[in-house]
Nanobody
């Protein structure tokens, strides 16, 4: 069982920055791939960033590429999402998720993520 707890959400203006954190209860062998997803009201949950916990592979959706950065500190079992140049369309609930799929070469579909955090709200105002 992997427990995930997100923190760091909040409200910012357009162009601002936020850093989300995800604390994982389990070692990386139980969570080979970590991802950040988001869900806006009335929309499907979408993946925005992912990272292979056993190496350096990272993934970003086109909508956040160049603005968001995912990172990890395996010694602390932490995953981070640095969000810069935020836009109103980034407003959503952000979720941290874990998968036991090795994402060295590709980012798994949402259905392969077995464990989810409770979510943290990010609101970007214009």
């Amino acid at each position: 069982q992997v427990q995930l707890v997100e923190s760091g959400g909040g409200s910012v203006q357009t162009g601002g920055s936020l850093r989300l954190s995800c604390a994982a209860s389990a070692h990386t062998y139980m969570r080979e791939c970590m991802g950040w997803f988001r869900q806006a009201p009335g929309k499907e949950r979408e993946g925005v960033a992912g990272i292979y916990t056993g190496g350096s592979s990272k993934y970003y959706s086109d909508s956040v590429k160049g603005r968001f950065t995912i990172s990890q500190d395996n010694a602390k079992n932490m995953i981070y999402l640095q969000m810069d140049s935020l836009k109103p369309e980034d407003t959503a609930t952000y979720y941290c998720a874990a998968s036991n799929v090795v994402c060295r070469e590709f980012f798994p579909a949402r259905s392969y993520f077995n464990y989810w955090g409770q979510g943290t709200q990010v609101t970007v105002s214009s």
